[in-house]
């Protein structure tokens, strides 16, 4: 089975972020959405947590964490105020989006309507090239999302590799230098 696109996120707000962020916007970049409720208790004592975690183990890897606040219940307790002041009590620094309403008063937000979310917290993996890689609702575990956060990585790193490999002399030299390519590049073990 091939992975399929992500579906693309509809917001009516961003907090954390100086504009909207769409899909587009993360290219090249693995992708760890999290879609939680600020009144969901396994997103307060897990789900937010580990996205967290994952923001400080994977700093400096092309990596982005994005929160989805995807409200389907208790709509008017969890507004933009209330969970700005969230973020700001549980020191969430990642870029959070507002999940749009439901058309024609559907509770379901569209974009966890547009994933087939089943609640919160969601864990989201989405890979360099936009590709939906993994879904899992609940408590995910850390060591399974950290390998395949890895193995992630690892894919977007060969694919850059892979590029650079394929890209004419003339594309791989700029700024006063040129890059030998990937096939240049493999270790040759020492006699």
Known sequence: MTPEPAPEWRTVAWLNSPQPLGLGDFRGRVVLLHAFQMLCPGCVAHGIPQAQRVVKLFEGA???VVGLHTVFEHH????????????????????????????????????????????TPTTILIDAQGRLRRQVFGVYDDLLLGAEIGTLLVEAGQQRLDATAEAPASERCADGRCDVGAAAMERHPLS
């Open 76 to 119: 008017a307790a969890m507004g933009p105020e209330s969970l700005r002041a969230f973020l700001h009590e549980y020191r969430v620094l990642f870029p959070v989006g507002i999940d749009a309403p439901g058309p024609a008063g559907d509770p379901i937000p569209c974009t966890m309507r547009a994933y087939a979310m089943q609640g």
């Open 62 to 64: 092309p990596l982005a």
